[in-house]
Structure formats: C-alpha cells, structure tokens
Nanobody, 118 residues
Framework: QVQLVESGGGLVQPGGSLRLSCAASGFTFSTYVMRWYRQAPGKERELLAAVASDGISTNYADSVRGRFTISRINAKNTVYLQMNNLKPEDTAVYYC???????????WGQGTQVTVSS
C-alpha cells in the first residue's frame, strides 16, 4: 500500500518557522519527483516546490521562493519543507505528492494543517 504521511504542521506566529516532513512507503521513492502543495479554504491547490529524484534540482513558486526550502533524503524515504518567515497568507493544508517521470502515477498524502496567526 502506497503511503505518504505528512507531519510537522501546527500553529506558528508570523515570522516563525516550521519544518514539514513527508514519509513515503510502498513505492520506489528514490525514482520519483517529490512536490509540496498547499490548499487554503476557498482556494485552488497551489504547487509550492518540487525536487528531482536525486535531490539536486529544485523549483519554487514565486509566493514562497526565498522563504521555503524543499529537500529529500532518499535513504529515509522522506521529503522535507523548511518554511521560514511564515505569513498569515501561508495558512493552509499542506500536502506532499510523488509523481513518476512519465506523470502516469501520482500519489498524495493526507495533508497537515499549518496555521500562521498571532
């Protein structure tokens, strides 16, 4: 059974930091592109960041570039999202996803809530 399990969300004050983790199992993690998305109430799901299978190539949405960092440790089947200088607009449910190189298979985690509020 394929599983992606996010953790690390919670309540944080503006300007604070959180690190999200996504633990993967049930597929060959090291061959998949990993992505982080978020979805705020009433809004469409937004792609935030992606990292290639080897962990070298990364890509970021303009809304988070310079504040968020995606990384992965293939030996641990885990992808991370370090979030710094958080803003209230970052409040959302954050999801990790895995996509194979043909984009035929895409897997999703259950999401973790991030709330940025004073």
């Amino acid at each position: 059974q394929v599983q992606l399990v996010e953790s690390g969300g919670g309540l944080v004050q503006p300007g604070g930091s959180l690190r999200l983790s996504c633990a993967a199992s049930g597929f060959t993690f090291s061959t998949y592109v990993m992505r982080w998305y978020r979805q705020a109430p009433g809004k469409e799901r937004e792609l935030l960041a992606a990292v290639a299978s080897d962990g070298i190539s990364t890509n970021y949405a303009d809304s988070v570039r310079g504040r968020f960092t995606i990384s992965r440790i293939n030996a641990k089947n885990t992808v991370y999202l370090q979030m710094n200088n958080l803003k209230p607009e970052d409040t959302a449910v954050y999801y990790c996803s895995a996509v194979d190189m043909t984009s035929i298979r895409t897997y999703w985690g259950q999401g973790t809530q991030v709330t940025v509020s004073s």
